[in-house]
């Protein structure tokens, strides 16, 4: 009897033990379901946010894409279809020898064309390309009317290259030099405003250059021909201007150019100091003129005691008679 009265607690705490453990069974069971419950929760927000930001963004995409459609619309309507803008008039004015016409053409602007959409910078790059011209201002003027200002190249030497055509018969192609030494072709008569001073005249010609560095729209960079073309330019303002006239102008020495005069003469330079050989030019012939004596030939290359040589001035007054009268037999 005592033994079945000690050992009848032990089925009451097994069984305490059960019931623990089922209600900690429902517990996490139902915490379980909350942190479910909370998650789905929290990604159906994000999603119903996810969604409103998403309509809200094609919203204004689309709001934005409207305007610029009704924008461009309105543009086209008003301003770039507008027969108001439609070009009548292009005023072309220039600094040289260019016809407007010709001008007018090189720009490529079509008439009727509208004024607000023409491209500007496409005309002024129309008339950029071609060798004679040097820079363009373009402006508009509305309603109707395109300004166009160009500033042309002025030719002071040319240079005759020999060339072989398709036949291997040998033709001469002139080019003229700009003060810079930017090469150009001579323009076709009918492109220019042509007067008969224009027609009788004649560039100094440059010889003895490297023939491959002579092409249409490039700058001869040899140091020769750009003393050359400083020596015209220093020429023309210099105490000799209108006294002689240089007809050509050899570059083939390294250290010298020499020019050849309408009186015969031949002038030796050197690349510097082109200014103080004019001016020692001048003084030469002052002192040949007192002995009625012209200058055959000279090298202010020297420094000092330049030398000379003379001759008589009789006879070249008789060339200089000889070939005026043959100028004026051919105009």
């Known amino acids: 009897m005592r033994r079945s009265a000690r050992s009848s607690p032990q089925p009451v705490a097994i069984d305490m033990w059960f019931k623990r453990e089922r209600k900690n069974r429902r517990l996490n069971r139902g915490h379980v379901l909350d942190v479910k419950l909370r998650s789905d929760q929290v990604r159906a927000t994000r ?110 030497a040319q240079v005759n290259v020999p060339r072989v055509d398709a036949n291997g018969q040998i033709s001469v192609s002139v080019f003229q030099l700009d003060a810079d030494g930017y090469v150009m072709q001579p323009l076709d008569p009918r492109a220019r405003v042509i007067s008969l001073a224009e027609i009788t005249e004649q560039l100094p010609i440059i010889t003895g250059l490297n023939v491959f560095q002579v092409q249409s729209g490039h700058r001869v960079e040899s140091p020769q021909a750009q003393a050359a073309l400083q020596l015209l330019a220093a020429f023309a303002r210099s105490p000799m201007a209108g006294l002689v006239n240089f007809q050509r102008i050899d570059v083939s020495s390294p250290q010298v150019v020499v020019a050849t005069t309408d009186d015969g003469g031949e002038i030796t330079f050197g690349l510097d100091n082109l200014d103080q050989q004019l001016r020692c030019w001048r003084e030469v012939y002052d002192l040949g003129r007192r002995y009625d004596k012209v200058i055959a030939s000279a090298d202010f290359a020297v420094a000092n005691n330049v030398p000379v040589k003379w001759a008589d001035n009789s006879f070249t007054q008789q060339k200089n008679l000889n070939s005026t009268n043959l100028r004026r037999k051919n105009v």
Do not use: C, H, M
């Not at 409103?52 to 279809?81: H, K, N, P, Q, S």
């Not at 600094?95 to 064309?113: H, N, S, T």
């Open 47 to 156: 999603t119903r946010l996810a969604s409103i930001a998403f309509l809200v963004v094609a919203g204004t995409v689309f709001g934005l894409y409207l305007l610029w459609r009704a924008g461009e619309w309105t543009l086209d309507a008003f301003v770039y279809e507008n027969s108001t803008f439609a070009i009548q008039n292009v005023e072309v004015q220039t600094d040289g020898v260019i016809a407007p016409e010709q001008l007018r053409r090189w720009a490529g602007v079509k008439p009727g064309a509208n004024l607000i959409a023409l491209d500007l910078a496409s005309v002024k790059r129309n008339l950029e390309l071609v060798p004679a011209i040097d820079s363009v201002s373009i402006e508009r003027v509305l309603p109707r009317t395109l300004k166009i200002e160009v500033t042309e190249r002025r030719p002071i």
